[in-house]
């Protein structure tokens, strides 16, 4: 009813009259619409950055070892862009692969052709007395192009299964909250 006796048209419907949201509400529903964007925006980035490291031949690696030190220090995480051997120069830090194991990221010394169309690459590393001991035959290397001390340990923490699994958990309370339906308070 209002003042001069009549009955609103949410009341003479039989509904209650809706309240105003109190502050919390008004907070818990700013601070999901934020948490939402965030991860949003986190989400769209993820999926650009993967889009374009496959167009444009880029990749990570990180540094487990100290060869490349102090330029490269151990835990470091690099970017590396896949380009043709002929293209990398003497003094270039460049990533080779090595069959049945691991690449080898280490300075370019010296580059020769060989009569196969393959290069052979003599490498070695910052920290190292002498060059690697043999050649690497190749025709690609990842030349690395940017490179971030002690983001590799960030990488790995975020890799592992329990923190991975509690970030995948919030993720799916934040999206149940957010399409929860809401009640008018």
Known sequence: ???????????????????????????????RTVLLNVFAAAGSVCIVLVVLALVFHFSLIMFRTGSMSPEIPTGSLAMIHHIPAQDAKV????????????????????????????????????ANAAPDPAPYHVSTVGKVVWHAPGLARVIVWFSNPFVLGGLAMVVAALVAWVLWPRQDP
């Not at 009955?7 to 008004?26: D, F, K, Q, S």
């Not at 194991?101 to 490498?123: E, F, K, N």
């Open 1 to 31: 009813m209002t003042d001069s006796g009549t009955m609103t048209p949410a009341v003479a419907a039989g509904e209650a009259p809706r309240r105003r949201p109190t502050r919390l509400h008004r907070t818990l529903d700013v601070i």
């Open 91 to 126: 003094g270039d830090v460049v990533t080779v692969t090595r069959p049945g194991q691991l690449p080898i990221t280490h300075r370019l010394v010296s580059i020769s052709s060989d009569s196969a169309g393959g290069y052979d690459l003599v490498l070695k590393g910052d």
